[in-house]
């Protein structure tokens, strides 16, 4: 972010309605989840509990934006909806998963501040919360209480500049805004194993699953940059849509944040359930 775009940004944002309600500042965490089967929505307890809890260790955003893996598209578009529709971007699940809506307000005051410092081949649009969002959201703040919206990812971008629009972004954590990538540290679901052989874990994922958590923990983001030269990146990530989310939020990372690994576990032999809280 050059030094125009950030002051203009903060003259932006300091007249934005959100945030002159209140002058007091608050420096947001921001968070990596690795959001998995839709399936976590009614089972896997222990990761439920873990997302609940973490969100005791921080004050009540005044808006949460998401980086899902699920809106992968050809421009960095930006939903701008005042009233979302709860995404079911997935099939062949139990009818309880479509019974759940999750639909907060969104934020287009917000969104339109975002897409003003983004500036290239950013687009406002009208959209729901897909289940990258929403599945974890769901878990985190069930009242629905929050502003919240999406920024998609364009896939014709480079992981540097993935990168460089996290940084971009990281201003917003200074306004109580939490950002959020939801993603997979591996995800290859042709490689996915079910009982009973779902308890034996492949090697390439837990090698993966080390090198991006020891990427964050020293913060040599330059590895997560150049992921693609891992030995393992190819089999952990046949499509990247939910690794690149990791990338926006290695660069909302400040020299001063603390590095947090709030959920570790591995799911149907291969697929990581890692969790990070930056800040």
Same mark, same amino acid.
């Given at each position: 972010?050059?030094? &125009? @775009?950030?002051?203009?940004? $903060?003259?932006?944002?300091?007249?934005?309605?959100? =945030?002159?309600?209140?002058?007091?500042?608050?420096?947001?965490?921001?968070?990596?989840?690795?959001?998995?089967?839709?399936?976590?929505?009614?089972?896997?307890?222990?990761?439920?509990?873990?997302?609940? &809890?973490?969100?005791?260790?921080?004050? &009540?955003?005044?808006?949460?934006?998401?980086?899902?893996?699920?809106?992968?598209?050809?421009?960095?578009?930006?939903?701008?909806?005042?009233?979302?529709?709860?995404?079911?971007?997935?099939?062949? =699940?139990?009818?309880? *998963?479509? %019974?759940?809506?999750?639909?907060?307000?969104?934020?287009?005051?917000?969104? @339109?501040?975002?897409?003003?410092? #983004?500036?290239?081949?950013?687009?406002?649009?009208?959209?729901?919360?897909?289940?990258?969002?929403?599945?974890? *959201?769901?878990?985190?703040?069930?009242?629905?209480?929050?502003?919240?919206? @999406?920024?998609?990812?364009?896939?014709?971008?480079?992981?540097?500049?993935?990168?460089?629009?996290?940084?971009?972004?990281?201003? #917003?954590?200074?306004?109580?805004?939490?950002?959020?990538?939801?993603?997979?540290?591996?995800?290859? #679901?042709?490689?996915?194993?079910?009982?009973?052989?779902?308890?034996?874990?492949?090697?390439?994922?837990?090698?993966?699953?080390?090198?991006?958590?020891?990427?964050?923990?020293?913060?040599? =983001?330059?590895?997560?940059?150049?992921?693609?030269?891992? &030995?393992?990146?190819?089999?952990?990530?046949?499509? %990247?849509?939910?690794?690149?989310?990791?990338?926006?939020?290695?660069? *909302?990372?400040?020299?001063?944040?603390?590095?947090?690994?709030?959920?570790?576990?591995?799911? *149907?032999?291969? #697929?990581?359930?890692? $969790?990070?809280?930056?800040?």
């Amino acid at each position: 972010m050059t030094r &125009k @775009q950030f002051i203009k940004l $903060c003259a932006l944002l300091s007249v934005s309605p959100l =945030f002159s309600q209140n002058k007091e500042r608050y420096k947001m965490p921001a968070l990596f989840v690795s959001h998995g089967s839709p399936m976590n929505l009614i089972q896997g307890h222990m990761y439920a509990h873990a997302l609940k &809890k973490i969100t005791q260790t921080y004050k &009540k955003p005044k808006a949460i934006l998401v980086i899902s893996a699920h809106w992968y598209d050809e421009s960095t578009f930006i939903s701008a909806s005042q009233t979302q529709n709860t995404i079911y971007d997935f099939y062949g =699940f139990p009818q309880e *998963l479509y %019974d759940i809506k999750y639909e907060p307000k969104g934020s287009p005051k917000l969104a @339109q501040e975002v897409e003003d410092i #983004l500036k290239d081949e950013t687009f406002l649009v009208n959209r729901g919360l897909d289940h990258g969002a929403w599945s974890v *959201l769901y878990h985190m703040y069930p009242n629905q209480d929050i502003p919240t919206f @999406q920024i998609a990812i364009d896939k014709n971008l480079s992981y540097k500049e993935y990168f460089n629009i996290g940084k971009q972004l990281s201003i #917003l954590r200074e306004q109580g805004v939490l950002i959020i990538g939801s993603g997979g540290a591996t995800h290859n #679901l042709r490689e996915v194993k079910y009982p009973p052989y779902n308890k034996q874990y492949d090697k390439w994922a837990i090698e993966f699953d080390k090198f991006v958590a020891n990427s964050f923990t020293n913060k040599s =983001f330059d590895n997560l940059i150049d992921a693609k030269n891992h &030995k393992y990146f190819k089999i952990s990530h046949p499509f %990247d849509d939910h690794f690149i989310p990791l990338l926006y939020t290695a660069g *909302l990372v400040s020299k001063d944040d603390k590095i947090e690994h709030f959920y570790e576990s591995m799911a *149907l032999g291969n #697929l990581s359930m890692r $969790c990070i809280k930056v800040g």
